[in-house]
């Protein structure tokens, strides 16, 4: 069932095992190369006060459970619906998110590189997955069942850089 | 105005239905506020298969406050697609065959833009009903290079009227595959009142390098005028831009960081001279958006670059000397 004609909305989750089975479904061809991207790396993702660890299992479908704190993780991915929003409105630059501290990433280097690149892979593939395209529809529909996650025209880039510097404390007093 | 004009969808028996590109383009210019804008909506892939995409864009620039608009996409059975109109849910474009009239809608609220306009021809049109052949595929297509507006935009929190604007409107069709070796460049450049409006048309490869015959189109006063072929020259030099590009839609942007920061004119300078006129405008680009377009049934991805700015023209065309300013919007295709 489609997120939009549900009473609630989808959670964490249920968007990642949806966005993974419809990749499947759709595009064995790219879901089998996520596989071979991933390996056998677990990854922990958190969008808001949701937190899940994904892995694909030894069958090949994806495995989602609730973080656990002392679970060990091969990459980790935080942010929050308000970013995802601004990606997918065009309003933000993934550079940008992670300049300006709204999408923060820990990892080895190899690791979160392989993690983008699964990400990638579903971007890659949704042009030719209407299924795909209705997910993000649906979260899109969800967010905006919650006013707090409108998105507003952001403002004009300046200065990430900056941003930046003054998050790691290296600006010094002025 | 091109009696009959209407959507030239393929039959379900058309072998290369599947690389159908058609839409309807409305650009408006608004010389007092500097406010220039883009409606467009589009259909691509064959109508049969559900993989078939209708899109609908509409991106207005503000000098004080950048771009304001969206891109929507959603499948073809989801558009209202009529003889001459393509509605989505938030943007929607119609064209009456008979008067060649067109109406435009735009309702996005989330992006602080609202539209609503019709568009009356007041000049002669330019057709290519032809297959002109891309270096892959072939486009047709039809302008009208003047019309006058009612009507009113909304943007931000500010309300536009519109009686003092101009518009530009085309209609394209075709058959091609984005991702493969196909790329133009296209302006329309609209002077101020009653002055002279230019339409710039040539194909080339995706690198810029290759170009086919060339097309200035000028109407002044009541007439058109076309250079074409040897008699136009452009060159437009490329740089990464000192603005930042609106990149749309946005999962796509997040796909393709690599065009974050491409290089793109920041001047188009165009000469033509025939023996019996000649015309020679420059046009400077102040902002720019990327949209990346998608083949919807095999890998593939274009990059459309909208780049809005002003323009100077000066010339004789038939006797009749100008010297002309104005806005223009210079499409630079990748």
Redesign the interface.
Same mark, same amino acid.
């Given at each position: 069932m489609a997120a939009s004609a549900s009473p609630r909305c989808s959670t964490l989750a249920e968007y990642l095992a949806a966005l993974v089975a419809e990749l499947e479904r759709t595009d064995p061809i790219a879901y089998e190369r996520m596989g071979r991207t991933v390996g056998k790396r677990r990854a922990r993702i958190g969008v808001d006060d949701e937190a899940v660890d994904v892995a694909l299992g030894v069958s090949g479908s994806l495995e989602v459970t609730a973080a656990k704190a002392d679970a060990p993780v091969d990459g980790e991915g935080y942010t929050d619906r308000g970013t995802l929003l601004d990606l997918l409105s065009g309003y933000l630059e993934v550079t940008e998110a992670v300049t300006r501290g709204r999408l923060t990433v820990r990892g080895q280097a190899g690791d979160v590189v392989r993690i983008f690149q699964a990400i990638e892979i579903i971007l890659d593939a949704s042009p030719r997955a209407p299924g795909l395209q209705g997910l993000s529809d649906d979260f899109k529909f969800d967010c905006r069942r919650e006013e707090r996650f409108r998105v507003q025209p952001a403002a004009a880039f300046a200065g990430s850089e900056m941003v930046l510097l003054a998050r790691l404390g290296l600006l010094g007093s002025t | 105005m091109i009696l009959g004009e209407c959507l030239r969808p393929p039959s379900a028996l058309e072998p290369e239905a599947y690389a159908y590109k058609d839409w309807l383009h409305l650009c408006v210019f608004d010389p007092q506020s500097m406010v220039m804008g883009i409606v467009n909506v589009a259909l691509q892939g064959a109508p049969a298969d559900?993989?078939a995409?209708a899109s609908g864009l509409a991106l207005f620039h503000r000098p004080d406050g /950048?771009w304001?608009g969206?891109?929507e +996409?959603c /499948?073809l059975p989801r558009a209202q697609v009529g003889v001459s109109s393509i509605a989505l849910e938030q943007v929607a474009i119609a064209v009456d065959p008979r008067s060649g009239m067109v109406s435009a809608s735009v309702r996005q609220p $989330? $992006? %602080?833009l609202a539209l609503q306009l019709t568009a009356q021809p007041a000049g002669p049109a330019l057709l290519v009903d032809r297959k002109m052949p891309l270096r892959a595929g072939w486009i047709s297509w039809y302008a009208v290079p003047r019309l006058t507006l009612r009507g009113e935009v909304r943007i931000g929190a500010e309300r536009l009227g519109l009686e003092n604007a101009q518009a530009y409107h085309d209609h394209n069709w075709g058959r091609w595959l984005w991702g493969q070796d196909v790329a133009w460049e296209w302006g329309c450049f609209r002077a101020a009142g009653s002055g002279p409006s230019f339409v710039f048309w040539r194909i080339c490869d995706r690198d810029h390098r290759r170009f086919g015959s060339p097309m200035l189109s000028i109407v002044i006063g009541s007439d058109r005028r076309s250079f074409q072929g040897a008699a136009v020259s452009a060159h437009c030099p490329t740089q990464p831009p000192s603005f930042?590009l @609106? @990149? &749309? !839609? /946005? =999962?796509? =942007? =997040? &796909?393709h %960081?690599d065009h +974050?920061r491409p290089r793109l004119p920041n001047v188009l300078r165009i000469e033509a001279r025939d023996g019996l006129g000649h015309v020679a405008l420059e046009f400077r680009p102040r902002a720019g958006a990327q949209l990346i377009t =998608?083949? !919807?049934?095999?890998?593939g991805y274009g990059f459309i670059h909208e780049l809005v700015g002003e323009f100077q023209s000066e010339g004789n065309v038939d006797g009749r000397g100008f010297a002309a300013s104005g806005l223009g919007i210079f499409e630079y295709v990748t």
């Amino acid at each position: 069932m489609a997120a939009s004609a549900s009473p609630r909305c989808s959670t964490l989750a249920e968007y990642l095992a949806a966005l993974v089975a419809e990749l499947e479904r759709t595009d064995p061809i790219a879901y089998e190369r996520m596989g071979r991207t991933v390996g056998k790396r677990r990854a922990r993702i958190g969008v808001d006060d949701e937190a899940v660890d994904v892995a694909l299992g030894v069958s090949g479908s994806l495995e989602v459970t609730a973080a656990k704190a002392d679970a060990p993780v091969d990459g980790e991915g935080y942010t929050d619906r308000g970013t995802l929003l601004d990606l997918l409105s065009g309003y933000l630059e993934v550079t940008e998110a992670v300049t300006r501290g709204r999408l923060t990433v820990r990892g080895q280097a190899g690791d979160v590189v392989r993690i983008f690149q699964a990400i990638e892979i579903i971007l890659d593939a949704s042009p030719r997955a209407p299924g795909l395209q209705g997910l993000s529809d649906d979260f899109k529909f969800d967010c905006r069942r919650e006013e707090r996650f409108r998105v507003q025209p952001a403002a004009a880039f300046a200065g990430s850089e900056m941003v930046l510097l003054a998050r790691l404390g290296l600006l010094g007093s002025t | 105005m091109i009696l009959g004009e209407c959507l030239r969808p393929p039959s379900a028996l058309e072998p290369e239905a599947y690389a159908y590109k058609d839409w309807l383009h409305l650009c408006v210019f608004d010389p007092q506020s500097m406010v220039m804008g883009i409606v467009n909506v589009a259909l691509q892939g064959a109508p049969a298969d559900d993989r078939a995409r209708a899109s609908g864009l509409a991106l207005f620039h503000r000098p004080d406050g /950048g771009w304001f608009g969206n891109l929507e +996409v959603c /499948g073809l059975p989801r558009a209202q697609v009529g003889v001459s109109s393509i509605a989505l849910e938030q943007v929607a474009i119609a064209v009456d065959p008979r008067s060649g009239m067109v109406s435009a809608s735009v309702r996005q609220p $989330d $992006d %602080q833009l609202a539209l609503q306009l019709t568009a009356q021809p007041a000049g002669p049109a330019l057709l290519v009903d032809r297959k002109m052949p891309l270096r892959a595929g072939w486009i047709s297509w039809y302008a009208v290079p003047r019309l006058t507006l009612r009507g009113e935009v909304r943007i931000g929190a500010e309300r536009l009227g519109l009686e003092n604007a101009q518009a530009y409107h085309d209609h394209n069709w075709g058959r091609w595959l984005w991702g493969q070796d196909v790329a133009w460049e296209w302006g329309c450049f609209r002077a101020a009142g009653s002055g002279p409006s230019f339409v710039f048309w040539r194909i080339c490869d995706r690198d810029h390098r290759r170009f086919g015959s060339p097309m200035l189109s000028i109407v002044i006063g009541s007439d058109r005028r076309s250079f074409q072929g040897a008699a136009v020259s452009a060159h437009c030099p490329t740089q990464p831009p000192s603005f930042r590009l @609106r @990149r &749309l !839609p /946005g =999962a796509m =942007a =997040a &796909l393709h %960081q690599d065009h +974050v920061r491409p290089r793109l004119p920041n001047v188009l300078r165009i000469e033509a001279r025939d023996g019996l006129g000649h015309v020679a405008l420059e046009f400077r680009p102040r902002a720019g958006a990327q949209l990346i377009t =998608a083949e !919807p049934t095999t890998r593939g991805y274009g990059f459309i670059h909208e780049l809005v700015g002003e323009f100077q023209s000066e010339g004789n065309v038939d006797g009749r000397g100008f010297a002309a300013s104005g806005l223009g919007i210079f499409e630079y295709v990748t």
